[in-house]
């Protein structure tokens, strides 16, 4: 077989669902950002929330802002691929806008928590469940953790160990993915995380008719 006869057998590389997750502090925001920066081929999902903008935050553009009653009927109305609780704001994920990009050959990047990630891996449709893979980015110990969210200085102190009750918690479920990432400097880790895309896009399964 010639490489012609070989591309003639491949159809559009169908999408990649990339779910990335892991405590504040570990760097998740600067590596998602990046990514998309540099990834013409990377979209990322933008998720609906009950709280209220921050500063210089756009409608549509960094979330999609519900209002309480809003997001529960959107929930009635399994709409939401996960949606969650988090620091007494409600977070969610609409499904039909992550399978129309998938369906175009788009890969697609989620900031998402434990809890969500739970939720997509249980998704029934095989378009989500044939795209997953899920990457989980934390420090080498929860001391290099601290360090990093104390550097923010943007949080009171009952905020802060909130946050760091939190992280806690989920570290401990780091094996539930299907890759670690531990978190370097910031190059490091967006270099890991580009061979892990890369490896993800070269699988047969995905270019296959």
Not at 53 to 75: A, C, M, W
Not at 119 to 141: E, G, W, Y
Request: glycine share 6%.
């Amino acid at each position: 077989m010639s490489a012609e006869d070989l591309l003639g057998t491949q159809g559009p590389r169908k999408g990649i669902l990339l779910l990335l997750s892991g405590p504040a502090g570990s760097g998740k925001s600067t590596l998602l950002r990046r990514a998309l920066s540099e990834d013409r081929n990377l979209v990322f999902s933008i998720s609906c929330t009950t709280r209220s903008p921050r500063e210089g935050e756009t409608d549509g553009q960094d979330y999609h802002f519900l209002s309480d009653d809003e997001f529960s009927k959107r929930v009635e109305n399994n709409e939401f691929l996960e949606h969650a609780e988090v620091h007494k704001w409600r977070y969610g994920t609409l499904s039909n806008a992550v399978v129309d990009i998938l369906n175009k050959g788009k890969d697609v990047i989620m900031d998402i928590d434990v809890q969500g990630a739970d939720q997509v891996r249980d998704s029934k449709d095989p378009v989500i469940s044939d795209a997953l893979v899920d990457v989980f980015l934390t420090t080498s110990d929860t001391t290099e953790l601290e360090k990093r969210l104390r550097g923010r200085d943007s949080e009171d102190e009952d905020t802060f160990q909130l946050r760091m009750q939190t992280a806690v918690d989920e570290i401990k479920r780091w094996r539930d993915y299907t890759y670690c990432i531990l978190s370097g400097n910031h190059e490091e880790d967006f270099k890991v995380l580009s061979s892990i895309l890369a490896t993800e896009r070269m699988r047969v399964s995905r270019m296959a008719t």
